[in-house]
């Protein structure tokens, strides 16, 4: 899609579709390839920027897998049931050595002495002394954890793009690697423009409001993977246009909040392009969230959300989460669907997003609606757990339909 050029711009006129806005969304976005190193102890979350290759195997070296009595039993026909114990390894131990015709004691994940092939548990025995007695159903090869049976050396155990979560952080340690190469944050600006926009715990002059949309944007962006800083600017064009002349320098991605429709408040489309911007979208054919614009800054990305808070952290969850996947390099996230408990009629040509509830019954995930509508309605949202997308092709849907699910918390996948 190309850039609209500030000469033929009609935003009133301009309008895209839900699913055209959402390729739009994901062709702005170029993975970012740039790392950090970092201690294996601070890498929880974090996103590996090249493959691990096993630099040793698991096991390191053959070892016994319970407490016992290492024995040689192989192509014997089976050994006496009488042997002296003649030797001992516990583990942390260096490998000892099996004197033909003997029993050498051992523990779990003692290195295996040379010349035994077998371990017997010691339930299985009766010691007498330095003697011990083997009982008669000796399994050859039983209770041996064989070197790199678990993981092969050179292999690689883990790709680029996968999350370090907590069993990561095991296969790293095991395998004795300290720091790892993680793909660096990514950094969002989140500008939220209003005159009427107050701090939380500041005085509330008549007429103004509470900012809710940055610390919401900010909280449902920001993680292990993504780094956010909020700044708060009134309706002032010059000031919004230097903030973001200023921002562009230092953010992969510049979001802003309100400012978005036709009021004579409204100047962020203006300020981008004031600022060196350019835009691909100015105006999605969806509810909420019609107001919407995407571009780019400088070599961040632009996304202005509109200011009503269901239309801000709607557009942020089908546009702003998805590119940030593709700028860290991640995979797109797999559609959900789930199925409606309701029926819904909307306007032709129009997407609508809806906030619901999720929950799971037989095995299926069902769609509660949560209500009621109004898109500057927090609580409406904050009764939610999801969005679901109503097609613009679809104008009615009826209770049954299996529809595409966004939800808010993606804990299982989210960089
Ligand atoms: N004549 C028209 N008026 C409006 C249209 C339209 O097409 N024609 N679109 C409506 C829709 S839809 C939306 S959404 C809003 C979007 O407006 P803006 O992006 O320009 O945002 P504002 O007008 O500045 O604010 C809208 C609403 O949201 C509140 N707000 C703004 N920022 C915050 C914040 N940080 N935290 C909490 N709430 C915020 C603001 O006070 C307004 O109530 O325009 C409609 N109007
Ligand atoms: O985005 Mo507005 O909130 O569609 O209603």
């Known amino acids: 899609m190309p850039a609209l050029l500030p000469d033929c711009y009609h935003f009133e006129r301009v309008m895209v579709s839900f ?4 390729l739009a969304a994901m062709a702005l976005a ?21 493959p691990i290759e096993a630099p040793r195997s698991l096991p390191p070296f053959d070892q016994a897998a319970m407490d016992g009595y290492a024995v040689h039993i ?28 003997t029993a050498h004691r051992i523990m779990t994940g003692a290195a295996l002495p040379s010349g035994a092939d077998t371990v017997v548990m010691q339930e299985h025995v009766t010691r007498r002394g330095d003697l011990v007695q083997l009982g008669l159903d000796l399994k050859p090869g039983a209770h041996i954890r064989r070197a790199g049976e678990d993981v092969t050396q050179g292999s690689v155990v883990l790709d680029r793009g996968r999350i370090i979560g907590w069993k990561e952080i095991a296969l790293l340690g095991a395998l004795g690697i300290d720091t790892v190469a993680v793909v660096r944050p990514l950094r969002i600006t989140v500008l939220t423009t209003g005159s ?11 007429g103004a409001i509470y900012d809710s949309n940055g610390p ?3 909280a449902l962006l920001a993680g292990p993977n993504i780094d956010v800083v909020s700044l708060t600017f009134s309706d002032d064009p010059a000031a919004i246009t230097r903030a973001l002349q200023e921002i562009k320098e230092t953010a992969d991605i510049v979001i802003t909040s309100a400012g978005m429709s036709v009021g004579e408040g409204d100047h962020v489309r203006d300020a981008v392009l004031r600022a060196g911007g350019e835009l691909d979208v100015v105006k999605v054919a969806m509810k909420p969230g019609k107001p919407l614009a995407f571009g780019k800054l400088g070599n961040a990305c632009f996304v202005g959300l509109p200011g009503n808070p269901q239309a801000a952290a709607f557009a942020a969850l089908a546009f702003v989460r998805p590119m940030t996947r593709v700028l860290l390099g991640q995979a797109p996230v797999d559609r959900m669907t789930a199925e409606m408990t309701f029926t819904f ?10 906030p619901v509830r999720l929950s799971v019954e037989r095995g299926r995930l069902i769609a509660h609606r949560c209500g009621p509508d109004g898109s500057h309605r927090i609580m409406t949202m904050a009764c939610a757990d999801a969005i ?13 339909a299996v529809l595409e699910v966004l939800p808010f918390d993606q804990s299982h996948s989210d960089a």
């Open 19 to 22: 699913e055209a806005a959402r």
């Open 345 to 354: 009629t909307h306007k032709p040509d129009r997407t609508d997003l809806l």
């Open 74 to 101: 192989a192509g014997k026909g089976g050994v006496p049931s009488v042997l002296p114990v003649t030797g001992r390894t516990i583990a942390g131990d260096p490998p000892g050595v099996l004197a033909p015709g």
């Open 388 to 400: 679901v997308i109503v097609p613009n092709a679809q104008t009615a849907v009826e209770a049954g």
């Open 216 to 218: 919401m944007l900010a």
């Open 196 to 206: 009427e926009l107050h701090a939380a715990g500041t005085p509330l002059p008549p």
């Open 30 to 50: 170029t993975p970012l390839d740039l790392r950090d190193d970092v201690p294996l102890a601070h890498a929880r979350g974090r996103i590996l920027a090249a």
